[in-house]
């Protein structure tokens, strides 16, 4: 199976917050991070957590990470239009990433 | 500084034919790697290189080759391309594989018929 896995779609209405979800296999990873992907362009970092952690906020973004389920989370609050974008989760093991989750935002 | 830049934007290729996607950064990082993303399986390693004259294989390698002589560079190469091989190429560096921030080139859209 897939190191990460992530559901393919979100819609999202305009200022309401977005949760994006993730799943990985394997519990090695020191650093599990979220990329953000805008139409034709490559990968940018958005924001990572250490695996000792289990809740990291940066502005509107709130990472969770729960280790015993192997599940991480990335909400973003209040959506805007230019979070429409592909967000991918990504451990440091492999460096595997997942099938990507598509955010559409809609007014 | 440029960042990470791959050429060509765009390529079309006949089945068989070969060619070499270019990729460069100039911010002196060590780690190097290439990902093809297909639509609902998203990034997959194809070859990643720690310096110069160092390289080794990710998840999908076959149908490519790779080569790091500079740090700077490092291209990729498509022997006899195949269908299966169109995708999106995307090269990214950073200095290392933790923490540090991949930079990820624009890309390079190939179609092969």
């Not at chain 1, 362009?41 to 192997?70: P, W």
């Amino acid at each position: 199976g897939e190191d990460v896995e992530q559901s393919l779609f979100l819609s999202v209405r305009e200022g309401d917050s977005s949760v994006i979800n993730c799943t990985y296999t394997d519990s090695s990873s020191t650093y599990l991070y979220w990329y953000k992907q805008e139409p034709g362009a490559g990968l940018q970092l958005l924001t990572y957590i250490f695996s000792n952690m289990d809740m990291k906020q940066d502005q509107r973004l709130t990472v969770l990470l729960n280790k015993k389920d192997k599940h991480l989370s990335l909400r973003i609050a209040d959506t805007q239009t230019g979070d429409s974008a592909i967000y991918f989760c990504r451990n440091d093991y492999k460096l595997s990433f997942g099938a990507g989750t598509t955010v559409t935002v809609r007014a | 500084n440029a960042g990470v830049t791959q050429t060509p934007k765009f390529q079309v290729l006949k089945t068989g034919q070969s060619m070499t996607l270019q990729c460069a950064q100039d911010m002196n990082h060590e780690y190097m790697s290439w990902y093809r993303q297909d639509p609902g399986m998203g990034l997959r390693l194809i070859h990643y290189s720690v310096g110069a004259g160092i390289t080794d294989q990710g998840e999908v390698p076959n149908g490519y080759n790779v080569s790091r002589s500079t740090t700077e560079d490092f291209p990729l190469r498509l022997l006899s391309a195949a269908p299966s091989q169109t995708s999106v190429y995307f090269c990214a560096s950073s200095w290392g594989t933790g923490i540090d921030t991949q930079y990820f080139g624009p890309g390079t859209r190939l179609t092969v018929l």
